[in-house]
């Protein structure tokens, strides 16, 4: 709830016919955070993401850098500063490294909104080699993504989505499928992608990855919040271990 939040949700709502997907979620992320969303399947966390990124239409209200963006198409939201990763977030096979990222580099009249918002801050990635030299990819720029380790790949994705003036990513089960080593580089690589700054939304269901690298989590369940807080607090809440961390 800090009033510098780079990203904030309040009393977001989805609805799909008589599904509440998600129901009245308050949520923020401060710049250089890593905020963990976490829950059961089908709790709502991806269509969080796709009603804060407006891929799905939802009520309520989202502001990035204080500006309400629940207006916005997709395009212009991207434009405010935040990227998402997608839970099937392939990269493509044909194309290098730095090829996948080029991909995402946006167009010229996107500029003129970070300006609007973020007046006088400078975004701390810009270019597809400032992207990979954060996720320490330098020297995987001209390889294809099948010459990389699978915790190397998904790093392409995150540096993708980061590429173009990102302040704040959202980043949907970005260690699924890795390994307990693969998972903690991971993590290692969000928390210097934040040291620079960059707000971090990650949902992931690897408790020992989500409870190490994060700030604060959020609980879903069944479309609401059902806690929040320090990462011990959520870990030691009777309500999560039964909704939640009991059954993982
Ligand atoms: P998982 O951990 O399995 O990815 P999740 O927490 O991301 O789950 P969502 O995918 O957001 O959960 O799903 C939330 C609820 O909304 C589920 O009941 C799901 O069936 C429903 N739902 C999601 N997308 C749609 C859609 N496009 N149309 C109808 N119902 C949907």
Same mark, same amino acid.
């Given at each position: 709830?800090?009033?510098?939040?780079?990203?904030?949700?309040?009393?977001?709502?989805?609805?799909?016919?008589?599904? /509440?997907?998600?129901?009245?979620?308050?949520?923020?992320?401060? @710049?250089?955070?890593?905020?963990?969303?976490?829950?059961?399947?089908?709790?709502?966390?991806?269509?969080?993401?796709? @009603?804060?990124? &407006?891929?799905?239409? +939802?009520?309520?209200?989202?502001? *990035?850098?204080?500006? !309400?963006?629940? &207006?916005?198409?997709?395009?212009?939201?991207?434009?405010?500063? *935040?990227?998402?990763?997608?839970?099937?977030?392939?990269?493509?096979?044909?194309?290098?490294?730095?090829?996948?990222?080029? /991909?995402?580099?946006?167009?010229?009249?996107?500029?003129?909104?970070?300006?609007?918002?973020?007046?006088? +801050?400078?975004?701390?990635?810009?270019?597809?080699?400032? @992207?990979?030299? *954060?996720?320490?990819?330098?020297?995987?720029?001209?390889?294809?993504?099948?010459?990389? @380790?699978?915790?190397?790949?998904?790093?392409? &994705?995150?540096?993708?989505?980061?590429?173009?003036?990102?302040? *704040?990513?959202?980043?949907?089960?970005?260690?699924?499928?890795?390994?307990?080593?693969? +998972?903690?580089?991971?993590?290692?690589?969000? !928390?210097?992608?934040?040291?620079?700054?960059?707000?971090?939304?990650?949902?992931?269901?690897?408790? +020992?990855?989500?409870?190490?690298?994060?700030?604060?989590?959020?609980?879903?369940?069944?479309?609401?919040?059902?806690?929040?807080?320090?990462?011990?607090?959520?870990?030691?809440?009777? !309500?999560?271990?039964?909704?939640?961390?009991?059954?993982?």
């Amino acid at each position: 709830e800090a009033a510098g939040a780079l990203l904030q949700a309040r009393g977001l709502s989805v609805r799909y016919g008589g599904v /509440v997907a998600n129901d009245d979620i308050t949520l923020d992320v401060g @710049a250089g955070e890593i905020v963990g969303l976490i829950g059961p399947n089908g709790a709502g966390k991806t269509t969080f993401v796709d @009603a804060v990124t &407006g891929f799905t239409k +939802s009520t309520g209200e989202v502001t *990035m850098g204080g500006v !309400r963006i629940d &207006g916005y198409s997709p395009h212009r939201r991207r434009g405010t500063g *935040m990227a998402r990763t997608w839970q099937a977030g392939e990269l493509f096979a044909d194309l290098t490294v730095a090829e996948n990222l080029a /991909v995402a580099v946006q167009k010229p009249g996107l500029k003129a909104l970070f300006a609007d918002i973020f007046t006088g +801050s400078k975004p701390p990635v810009k270019t597809i080699d400032e @992207a990979l030299t *954060m996720v320490g990819l330098t020297d995987a720029a001209d390889r294809h993504p099948s010459e990389l @380790a699978l915790g190397q790949q998904k790093l392409v &994705g995150v540096a993708r989505a980061l590429v173009g003036g990102t302040k *704040m990513v959202l980043l949907d089960e970005p260690a699924a499928g890795l390994d307990t080593h693969e +998972s903690r580089d991971f993590g290692n690589e969000l !928390r210097r992608i934040a040291a620079t700054g960059i707000g971090v939304l990650l949902i992931d269901h690897d408790m +020992s990855l989500v409870l190490d690298v994060c700030h604060r989590l959020y609980v879903l369940d069944f479309g609401k919040v059902i806690a929040a807080g320090a990462p011990q607090e959520i870990r030691d809440d009777p !309500r999560v271990v039964s909704a939640y961390l009991g059954s993982a």
